[in-house]
């Protein structure tokens, strides 16, 4: 691995469900996020991680959690989805929780039907 | 609250140069980053300004004006991969990142 991974790469979920959209890097980064792309929006912040076992809120973090149990691995999980959760995720970042340049995974496309 | 404004599009010819604008209103300021994203794909980091002037970096080149709230990326030399968005973002005083809708850029031969 080198950088960012994302998994799924897509997935159409009925609403109701769970899911989790997994991220892992191997950059050894203190800090990580989750972020959301809606077309006609900029990209808004779920949830960030500035180190391991530490979690904090973002702009849009209702129907969200996360965990950081290591340092690699944060994923986002929706415990009961929504239509208005279809969006691109993507998973990023930084060596600090500083103004440090983030990182970005490929991105996950949800579907919320 | 906090806003950042860009153009939705712009149009640009190969080989020709181009300004892209970037206002910013945030709470607290710890710097102005531009990304590149192509259709598709993630955003990749183009530049960082944190204190006032251009930075160059090869063919592109970012402005920032603390005082007017202002910043602007400079593309030269357009070539045909330059086609995509390019994203504005404010870091506030808690460092995070506040994004623009971002600018799409067409170019055109």
């Known amino acids: 691995i080198a950088g960012i991974t994302q998994a799924p790469t897509s997935q159409i979920l009925a609403a109701g469900r769970r899911m989790t959209l997994r991220c892992t890097q191997d950059m050894r980064h203190n800090a990580m996020y989750w972020y959301r792309q809606d077309l006609g929006l900029g990209l808004r912040l779920i949830h960030y991680s500035n180190t391991a076992g530490t979690t904090g809120k973002g702009e849009v973090p209702d129907g969200y959690s996360v965990s950081r149990a290591n340092t690699d691995d944060f994923p986002l999980t929706l415990a009961s989805a929504v239509p208005s959760q279809t969006s691109v995720y993507f998973c990023?970042?930084?060596?600090?929780?500083?103004?440090?340049?983030?990182?970005f995974g490929p991105g996950t496309r949800l579907t919320v039907l | 609250g906090q806003n950042i404004d860009q153009p939705t599009e712009m149009t640009a010819t190969e080989g020709a140069i181009v300004q892209i604008n970037c206002t910013y209103q945030t709470s607290g300021f710890n710097g102005l980053f531009w990304y590149q994203q192509h259709a598709g794909e993630a955003p990749t980091f183009l530049s960082y300004?944190?204190l006032d002037g251009l930075e160059e970096k090869g063919r592109f080149s970012s402005f920032l004006s603390r005082s007017k709230g202002y910043s602007y990326l400079l593309l030269k030399e357009l070539q045909m991969k330059d086609s995509a968005s390019y994203l504005c973002a404010s870091a506030d005083s808690n460092y995070q990142l506040i994004w623009g809708a971002g600018t799409k850029l067409i170019i055109k031969p």
């Open positions: 990023a970042s930084s060596r600090s929780g500083g103004a440090d340049t983030q990182y």
């Open positions: 300004n944190v």
